[in-house]
């Protein structure tokens, strides 16, 4: 008969919080949705860095689409019980982090997106699946313009 040591069975408690990060994350891109954001991608950082699991890429239309992003994203956070670390941005609408720890939120202003280009800094990880994203939201970013 095989045993399994310790080190290789796999720790529910991790898998658990590895699929609720995976569905909170998927969620946040269904609140940018809601709000119209354009190309909401999410980054699967997990194994890659030790500050993160996900990155949360969205984009506004204006400065106040921005901040309408994230005021919005913050809220429907706080209400599950989740608290920022930390916020940057919120003001100007250009660029608005929000930092959760295991996830990252930037939401962009559509003509500051393409000078953080944070899809080609981690072009090598993974992207989560997002089923439902409404095909009108989600064109094409290829680093430089939107193609929708």
Do not use: C
């Not at 569905?23 to 809601?34: H, N, S, Y």
């Not at 920022?84 to 250009?94: F, I, K, P, Y």
């Not at 959760?100 to 202003?109: K, N, P, T």
């Amino acid at each position: 008969m095989k045993t399994e040591s310790a080190a290789s069975t796999p720790n529910t408690d991790q898998t658990d919080l590895d699929q609720e990060l995976t569905e909170v994350a998927r969620g946040i891109a269904a609140v940018t949705w809601d709000l119209k954001a354009l190309n909401t991608t999410v980054i699967d950082l997990r194994g890659r860095v030790s500050y993160t699991d996900f990155i949360v890429v969205a984009t506004g239309t204006s400065e106040r689409h921005v901040q309408a992003l994230a005021r919005r994203v913050d809220q429907e956070m706080r209400e599950s019980g989740r608290k920022t670390m930390g916020a940057e941005g919120l003001d100007t609408g250009r660029w608005a982090l929000l930092d959760y720890g295991d996830i990252i939120v930037h939401i962009f202003h559509q003509d500051a997106r393409s000078d953080y280009d944070l899809e080609r800094m981690w072009s090598e990880a993974p992207r989560l699946e997002l089923e439902g994203a409404p095909a009108e939201l989600y064109g094409h970013f290829d680093g430089e313009a939107f193609d929708a």
